[in-house]
């Protein structure tokens, strides 16, 4: 891909997700954070104005690390952002914070082995939009409209398999397979096992000793 291609998609798609961030609720939760439409352009702005800049120092950041050890540190940063990412679950692992910069960290790792500084800017801002405003759109998603939701997610899936594959097939075929092992093989091997779940109910007896102890209190 070039990246002036990669960075036009991104931005269409960017508009088109904040049009539909607002569409869902009628922008009540905009409303009732007070922010303005302005406030967000100035920030998209100053966001974009500094990743461009600091862009040459991203592809120089790692020059002196082995391109192995990048894509090492890239594939356990991206491990670690699914494990603590917020899939919905009450659970202490969870941290949406630690996620982020952990998916961050690994775009910014990648984006110092293209070949320009351009690529660099462009990797970056496209991992802001993927690993950020994406979830804050699939949240919303979720809670006003599910079937919305499911729709948006399945065809999310889809295009990503279909991106994959133009790269390799054998990766496609392994994230079909992740893909379903993940969202029906699972779920369903957990609710057939609940079939062979027995639980033991009481009131239970208490113990009593009946042998004499006494000569072991000697």
Excluded at 6 to 27: H, I, K, N, Q, T
Excluded at 144 to 157: H, K, Q
Aim: hydrophobic share 55%; net charge positive; proline share 3%.
């Amino acid at each position: 891909l070039s990246p002036q291609g990669l960075f036009g998609a991104a931005l269409v798609s960017s508009l088109l997700g904040y049009v539909l961030f607002d569409a869902v609720d009628g922008g009540a939760e905009r409303w009732a954070s007070g922010r303005t439409r302005w406030a967000d352009l100035k920030s998209t702005l100053v966001f974009a104005a500094f990743t461009y800049g600091f862009s040459p120092v991203l592809k120089t950041l790692t020059e002196s690390i082995s391109t192995d050890t990048i894509y090492a540190m890239s594939a356990l940063m991206l491990l670690g952002h699914l494990i603590f990412f917020d899939y919905g679950a009450n659970a202490a692992i969870v941290s949406s914070t630690l996620s982020l910069n952990m998916a961050i960290f690994a775009s910014v790792c990648l984006a110092s082995r293209l070949p320009r500084s351009l690529h660099a800017f462009v990797m970056v801002t496209f991992a802001m939009q993927i690993f950020a405003l994406w979830p804050m759109l699939q949240k919303k998603l979720k809670a006003r409209t599910p079937r919305c939701y499911v729709g948006v997610t399945v065809l999310f899936a889809l295009a990503a398999l279909a991106g994959l594959a133009t790269v390799s097939s054998v990766g496609a075929v392994l994230f079909a397979s992740l893909l379903l092992a993940i969202s029906c093989l699972c779920p369903y091997c957990l609710i057939r096992l609940q079939l062979l779940k027995d639980n033991i109910h009481g009131p239970w007896d208490e113990a009593e000793i009946k042998e004499d102890l006494s000569r072991f209190l000697m």
